[in-house]
């Protein structure tokens, strides 16, 4: 199984922007799928996850801005960022897991993923 991301890019305060997730291998509907970033000198953390079912889960700081879902047609996992803030700032990598049937809750802590994808740099300026 591999992971694509795309989509990342120098953004304004208030800009919007969406991430692809390109994953190729069987059973993409089955899978359930997570957006984590890394801002410098930080730790990775959980930005928002979906299961198999679509249901959704985010972070707090997201809620009400970013948008996780999944076309299982196109094998894409997407996050629309809207009003987004300089401390959006990170590297957003995408992560996969066979596993998709639990609630999307669960799947807030990055062990709980088999698959990892490269990671995309978004930058928000003020």
């Known amino acids: 199984v591999q992971l694509q991301a795309s989509g990342g890019g120098l953004v304004q305060a208030g800009d919007s922007l969406r991430l692809s997730c390109a994953v190729s291998g069987p059973t993409f509907e089955h899978y359930a799928l997570g957006w984590f970033r890394q801002a410098p000198g930080k730790e990775r953390e959980f930005v928002a996850s979906i299961n198999l079912g679509s249901s959704t889960y985010y972070t707090d700081s997201v809620k009400g801005r970013f948008i996780i879902y999944r076309i299982n047609a196109e094998r894409t996992l997407y996050l629309q960022m809207n009003n987004m803030n300089p401390e959006d700032t990170a590297v957003y990598f995408c992560?996969?897991?066979?596993?998709?049937?639990?609630?999307?809750?669960?799947?807030?802590?990055?062990?709980?993923?088999?698959?990892w994808g490269q990671g995309t740099q978004v930058t928000v300026s003020s």
């Open positions: 992560a996969a897991d066979p596993t998709g049937m639990c609630r999307a809750a669960y799947y807030v802590d990055a062990d709980k993923y088999a698959y």
